[in-house]
T-cell receptor
Framework: NAGVTQTPKFQVLKTGQSMTLQCAQD?????MYWYRQDPGMGLRLIYY???????DKGEVPNGYNVSRLNKREFSLRLESAAPSQTSVYFC??????????????FGPGTRLLVL | AQSVAQPEDQVNVAEGNPLTVKCTYS??????LFWYVQYPNRGLQFLLK??????LVKGSYGFEAEFNKSQTSFHLKKPSALVSDSALYFC??????????????FGSGTQLTVLP
């Protein structure tokens, strides 16, 4: 049981390049999330998917798109990377049965540097 | 809107001494409160959560947290710190009234350093 996995672990992009961050979970969770972590700002929600087939914007969605490929996988795409998107990106999942007390489980993160 | 404040960026404590990492929150409605820990180059790991009931919540690795509704606080505590407790700690909150029911709001994090 690997939990939440993310690829790649580290990526360097040039401004304007595109890339997709991959996330997969093997806990049969319904809900999945993408966060970015910046120094002194905690984690901010980019997009989430409450269940397979649905996606919604979070706090900071501009410049990103997501795809819930199936129940296991949730990808984050940067169409035209900007230096402001330099950050550490975390994927998370939760059971998604509607309870506000649900715990989210996090992947190891992807460090992205945009030059 | 809901928010979380962690007033200390850095907390230093000697090994064996008690530790406290502070968290205050602001929500409309009843809060669900969480503590997560992040070790270097790792994802966040769940420590404990407050849902309802007993104000003292016990979690992983000997940590506990006390919910204080009147002070809107949820401070993380441990009676005797270990060097291995050194990490970045995040407080998070979710409420019934949040616009998106599953959104967690995180604090900015507190770096805990336990000195040998």
């Amino acid at each position: 049981n690997a939990g939440v996995t993310q690829t790649p672990k580290f990526q360097v992009l040039k401004t304007g390049q595109s890339m997709t961050l991959q996330c997969a979970q093997d806990m049969n969770h319904n809900s999945m999330y993408w966060y970015r972590q910046d120094p002194g700002m905690g984690l901010r929600l980019i997009y989430y998917s409450a269940s397979e087939g649905t996606t919604d914007k979070g706090e900071v969605p501009n410049g990103y798109n997501v795809s819930r490929l199936n129940k296991r996988e949730f990808s984050l795409r940067l169409e035209s990377a900007a230096p402001s998107q330099t950050s550490v990106y975390f994927c998370a999942s939760s059971r998604g049965l509607g309870g506000l007390q649900e715990t989210q489980y996090f992947g190891p993160g992807t460090r992205l540097l945009v030059l | 809107a809901q928010s979380v404040a962690q007033p200390e960026d850095q907390v230093n404590v000697a090994e064996g001494n008690p530790l406290t990492v502070k968290c205050t929150y602001s929500v409309s409605g009843n809060p669900y409160l969480f503590w997560y820990v992040q070790y270097p180059n790792r994802g966040l790991q769940f420590l404990l959560k407050y849902i309802t009931g007993d104000n003292l919540v016990k979690g992983s690795y000997g940590f506990e947290a006390e919910f204080n509704k009147s002070q809107t606080s949820f401070h993380l505590k441990k009676p005797s710190a270990l060097v291995s407790d050194s990490a970045l700690y995040f407080c998070a909150v979710r409420s019934f009234s949040s616009g998106s029911a599953r959104q967690l709001t995180f604090g900015s994090g507190t770096q805990l350093t336990v000195l040998p």
